[in-house]
């Protein structure tokens, strides 16, 4: 186990510095100059070669790869050019606000999604209705789902607050649009796994012992479809993590999203490549948490590496 | 004997498929009937309805008759209950009829937890005394083991100690031993047999192997193409066979272990009608040597000398 | 057998390793111009893998293989050529035959990819399928429209279309009705005494291979316990496990249950011995020797029957 550990711990890091170095790179390709929007006025040439060299863009591009990849190995993610912070605690002061918001949004998903897809796989008479209703929800992108709750329950219903803020009254509707955007897919996944479970020599089986129906589905087919239910939450978190910039928008929730957004358009560098490495990390941490898990899910998994 | 279960005029059909047709059947108290068909003659089919499991869309006309339970008039519930305690079924592919991801005594405790009420470590402690039973070798151990971790021999026996668990009077069993090797195969049917002796139980046994018909069977009953062409004592189906596909079936058997180096071996020609193709008349007089025009027109009535019965025209043998 | 003619096929001391599992270990054996040898095991015994590596799929981890006279090389070019002379048929006629091609491009598949396709080759197939027993069938018509033996006549078609030397046959029968297995036994017998052809028939029936193999292997977890002239072993098996496999089931099969729930043992020494009747304290300890009952019969047994 420990080996296996260290041997995705290593993985992980190899591809953690190859997006860094790829992220860095592209920043050289997209058009634009950090300095002239930096400068309040267009800046006289000897200004601009003045910033240039504070900022150390003067230099090739493979130095200052160079310079900044020693620094984040320092766990020095480098100054915001447009608001004199550290990148570090800017995203530490984002993270928990995104963090909580991907959290209740997986729930909302897993919460809406179950029941709609055990109820998709049991019932052919529930089934039409609802997958009429997935299809309506896969095809309404995340803003008009977002601003449809804001409407109803913000505004006509008056329940839930619509000023945006951290608190959480303020977290339902975001957590509420991700989870419905989610649903159509966790409802399919979950039906897919769930009847082909069913369908199975072992549930056969469970049935010829006589075992009831409510135990046949619970101690039988959900540990089937555990393991993909776990992957696509871990996928959607990681993600999540890394800033869902609509939703954050529209409900005013200062995630990372929005900081990164305001960081690509100002082509404030050392703050992209903060959210940048900070997702990345995410991904590939949560892609070994969601591995492990599965592996203790699945006692067949668990042998191969033990 | 008593008869426990009684199959009357049984016909499947899946759509358009009729898969069984005019099957009447009985198993007797305390024997083991070997279902004899190849593939597409309906056996499992037949096994799977006299366990009331057949899939939704089948259509099931006739009757199941189990200790006096009419089995397709019985509600949900109750067939619920009667499953595990009426019949115990062991299907044909014991890794795929095994949970993965649950410990072997777990799937057998869940027997005892469901019909019986008994708590979690009372129903293990039974699990574990099913598994000794079944003769596997450090229950205690091997039920915390997951499937996987058996080999094939052990996977059957765990599966049997599943269906026999609360001793039911009815044991069904698919092809169980067609996966696995010479040794554990003649181990399996060894301790069916002891268990059989042992319990008294009626053991219905589907197979396509004549030597594992010879090995077990007290009687048997041959399906051709979804009809039961004859039915009788295990020892007259094997020296006195009266149907000319029982006959051939058995000669194929008798002259692969007899016959010499080099000589070609005894074949049946042509092919049995797809699955779900029922013919007008006997299924079998395409392929049949003995066929004369009135097999053609009208499927036999069943006829009767004793305990063995044969569906045909012209039986051969001394029925003539 | 006669020293003089050079084998077709020839296993020299072949290892097959997968990682700890050994699937082979110091397989020996010919096979004869015009003769059939019979390769005995049930599943486990490594005699898919000998198939494999006879076709070139697989390299020996240790010995050697030669197709007449030349060990194989793996080069890609000379593998074709060595292939282009071995026909084979594999167990599952379902799986075998792509159900999306006709019969012509199924049966011709071997010539196109050899680049043999010309004028006559649809006159050939036509007279390849006449030859296995379809004689009505239709160039154009689909497998699907047969059944297992119906299937496994085609295969036997595509693997005669480049008039092989050697016909590989991995349990051609074992998922076939009775009715059928006897059919496609015949018609191979007669295939093979017409063109000559050497043979490789794979099976865990010995009874069936009693009647129609020259020469035997009988494989056990990997290992020759026996192999020798066929006619001769069947009338007389030296050791244990063949005289198993060769006892009917309703005379209970002698045997000894010693065996392990979580793995069967495969003891250092004779892989057998757990599960044999005469075994001494010796068989779990040293590796049998190779006993020579004649010059052309071997046995690896301590106790072989007299």
Partial sequence: MARFIGARAFQGLVTLLGLVVLAFLVQFVIPGDPVRMLAPRTPTEEVAQRIRAQLGLDRPWWEQLGRYLTRIAQGDLGESYVRRQPVARLILGRLPATAALALAGVLAEILLGFPVGVAMALSPHLRRWLSGLNLVLLSLPTFVIGLSLLLAMGFWLRLLPTTGGTGLRELILPALTLGLAGTPWYAGVIRDRLEESLGSSYIRMAVAKGLPNRWILVRHCFPHVLPAVVTMAGMDFSAYLSGVVVVETIFGWPGIGSLAVQAMQTLDRPVVMGTVLVGGAAVILLNGVVDMLRMFLDPRAREGIG | MRALVQVRDLAVAYRQTRVLEGVSLEVRAGEILAVVGETGSGKTTLAMAIARLLPPEATVRGQVEINGYDLYALPAHAMRSLRGRLIGLVPQDAMAALNPVLPVGAQVAEVFRAHLGVSAPAAWARAV?????VQIPRPERVASLYPHQLSGGMRQRAILAMALALHPPLLIADEPTTALDRITQSEILALVRRLQAETGMSVLWITHDMEVVAALAHRVAVLYAGRLVEVG??????????????EALVRTYRDLLAGAWGEPLYAIEGYPPPAGHMLPGCPFHPRCPYAQPVCRERFPDPLWRGEHMVACYFPRGDWG | MSGLEL???????????????????????????????????????????????????????????????????????EMKAIRRRIGFIFQDPYDALDPHLTLEEIIGEPLRAHGLWNVTARERIRGLLDRVGLPDASLRSYPTRYSGGGLQRIAIARALALEPELLLCDEPTSNLDVSMQAQIINLLMELQRERGLAMVFVTHDLPLIRRIADDLVVLYAGRVMECGPAREIAARPRH??????????????????AWDEANPPVSPACPFAPRCWKAQPQCWKERPPRIPVRPDWEVACFFPEE
């Fill in chain 2, 129 to 133: 005394e099913a598994l000794a039973w």
């Fill in chain 2, 233 to 246: 004592p295990c020892r007259k189906i094997l020296e006195a066979s009266a149907h000319p596909y029982t």
């Fill in chain 3, 7 to 77: 084998p077709i096929l020839h296993f020299e001391h072949v290892t097959r390793r997968y990682d700890r599992f050994i699937a082979l270990e110091d397989v020996s054996f010919v096979v004869r111009k015009g003769k059939i040898l019979g390769l005995v095991g049930e599943s486990g015994s490594g005699k898919t893998t000998c198939i494999r590596l006879a076709l070139g799929l697989e390299r020996p981890s240790a010995g050697r293989i030669r197709f007449m006279g030349r060990p194989y090389s793996y080069r890609s070019k």
């Fill in chain 3, 240 to 257: 244990p496990y063949t005289i198993v496999l060769l006892s009917a089931m309703e005379a209970k099969i002698p045997h000894r249950s």
